[in-house]
């Protein structure tokens, strides 16, 4: 009996699972009960192409609860490519102001880093160094002679 309970209450889930890169890096905070609990979103790009030829990409809002939360948020920044699964939720909140906001999320219940420790570093070092596309290459030498050899 029990077996069969679970069963139904298992097939009422919406589950899902996606690949994607952190539009932004997580947001970790603690709830008032001392969970850890992040939110993020990803861009995941779609097979089908548009009119253009243009990859599509869907948006989708994650929450993740616990440990794997400040795992997340601690070894992933905006860019980090990973897959992730959960169950899609519907929920509703009243913000300040009473206004009604409606949020469709996916609770992630696991994810999986697809990128090495080496790639991310990599891409790190190349977001914090400075913008050279516009610099001169040679910047002063015009105003300098060449120097005299005797």
């Not at 169950?87 to 880093?113: C, N, P």
Request: glycine share 6%.
């Amino acid at each position: 009996m029990d077996d069969q309970i679970k069963r139904k209450k298992e097939s009422r889930m919406i589950k899902t699972s996606a690949v994607g890169r952190l539009t932004k890096s997580s947001e970790l905070r603690v709830t008032s009960t001392g969970k850890a609990v992040a939110n993020f979103a990803l861009a995941c790009k779609r097979e089908r192409l548009d009119k253009d030829g243009n990859a599509q990409t869907t948006f989708i809002q994650c929450v993740i609860w616990g440990k794997p939360a400040e795992v997340l948020a601690k070894y992933t920044q905006k860019g980090s490519l990973i897959a992730v699964n959960g169950e899609l939720q519907s929920r509703s909140y009243d913000d300040q102001q009473g206004q009604t906001h409606y949020v469709t999320e996916l609770v992630v219940a696991g994810f999986e880093f697809l990128e090495s420790k080496e790639t991310v570093q990599n891409r790190e070092q190349k977001q914090q160094m400075p913008e050279m596309a516009n610099a001169e290459p040679f910047y002063g030498m015009d105003d300098m002679e060449p120097p005299a050899y005797h």
